[in-house]
């Protein structure tokens, strides 16, 4: 029987019909056997998937804990994890509104994005605590964080998304399409990092009174 290539979600529970019916046509009595590179790869593709979630999962509980330490307080440190999560979701979306398989090929993107993320927020974060620390202002941390670090993560990201981008121009549908999309998440791991790791260290932060911020009135002096 010859099969379409096609999404890695859909080959298992189609084996599993593909064997209910036979059993309804050939009865109990013979021991049907779905086999075949077809089987093979939809099995494949059915572990894949869980290995992938489970990965997931460990990587959220390993790298919390680690952003919670790097940042020294535990408000700051969970909400540092939504621009991590953002272009995950994002990209997983993406995927879905373009009709994007998972394949074999777009399951490494998930190891990608968060290595990107989570780089990009580290840069960010341990930039943004020193000047945090030395201001006690958080908008005057962040303004300084993007002016110093932002002009680091912005030029890591073009050679990234330039070498990524180069994938668009392959024969292979497959490598097409992860080039797409890992440009695209390379992308929006920096847009997190730039408005919204910004957005909610923020409001997260609260501001301390009478200390200077250069080019900045103070509440103590009351300079205008």
Same mark, same amino acid.
């Given at each position: 029987?010859?099969?379409?290539f096609g999404d890695g979600n859909a080959y298992v529970p189609?084996?599993?019909?593909?064997?209910?019916?036979?059993?309804? +046509?050939?009865?109990? *009595?013979?021991?049907?056997?779905?086999?075949?590179?077809?089987?093979?790869?939809?099995?494949?593709?059915?572990?894949?998937? +869980?290995?992938?979630?489970?990965?997931?999962?460990?990587?959220?509980?390993?790298i919390t804990p680690l952003m919670v330490l790097l940042i020294?307080?535990?408000?700051?440190? !969970?909400?540092?994890?939504?621009?991590?999560?953002?272009?995950?979701?994002?990209?997983? *979306?993406?995927?879905?509104?373009? *009709?994007?398989?998972?394949?074999?090929?777009?399951? !490494?993107?998930?190891?990608?994005?968060?290595?990107?993320?989570?780089?990009?927020?580290?840069?960010?974060?341990?930039?943004?605590?020193?000047?945090?620390?030395?201001?006690?202002?958080?908008?005057?941390?962040?303004?300084?964080?993007?002016?110093?670090?932002?002009?680091?993560?912005?030029? $890591?990201?073009?050679?990234?998304?330039?070498?990524?981008?180069?994938?668009?121009? *392959?024969?292979?549908?497959?490598?097409?399409?992860?080039?797409?999309?890992?440009?695209?998440?390379?992308?929006?791991?920096?847009?997190?990092?730039?408005?919204?790791?910004?957005?909610?260290?923020?409001?997260? $932060?609260?501001?301390?009174?009478?200390?200077? +911020?250069?080019?900045?009135?103070?509440?103590?002096?009351?300079r205008a």
């Amino acid at each position: 029987m010859r099969t379409t290539f096609g999404d890695g979600n859909a080959y298992v529970p189609f084996i599993v019909r593909l064997e209910a019916g036979l059993r309804k +046509v050939f009865g109990d *009595g013979p021991e049907i056997t779905v086999t075949g590179i077809g089987a093979v790869m939809g099995r494949t593709f059915g572990i894949l998937n +869980v290995t992938m979630a489970q990965s997931y999962a460990i990587a959220l509980v390993v790298i919390t804990p680690l952003m919670v330490l790097l940042i020294g307080n535990l408000g700051r440190g !969970l909400l540092s994890m939504i621009p991590n999560l953002l272009p995950i979701w994002l990209t997983l *979306g993406l995927m879905g509104l373009l *009709g994007i398989p998972l394949d074999s090929s777009t399951l !490494l993107l998930g190891c990608v994005v968060i290595g990107l993320a989570v780089d990009d927020t580290i840069h960010f974060m341990h930039k943004f605590q020193r000047y945090l620390a030395v201001s006690g202002d958080a908008r005057a941390a962040v303004r300084e964080t993007l002016q110093t670090t932002g002009a680091a993560l912005f030029f $890591t990201t073009l050679v990234i998304t330039a070498g990524f981008s180069t994938m668009l121009f *392959g024969y292979m549908n497959n490598a097409r399409e992860f080039g797409l999309l890992a440009t695209f998440a390379a992308a929006t791991a920096f847009l997190a990092d730039l408005l919204v790791a910004p957005a909610l260290m923020a409001l997260a $932060t609260r501001q301390r009174t009478g200390i200077a +911020v250069p080019g900045e009135a103070t509440v103590a002096d009351g300079r205008a």
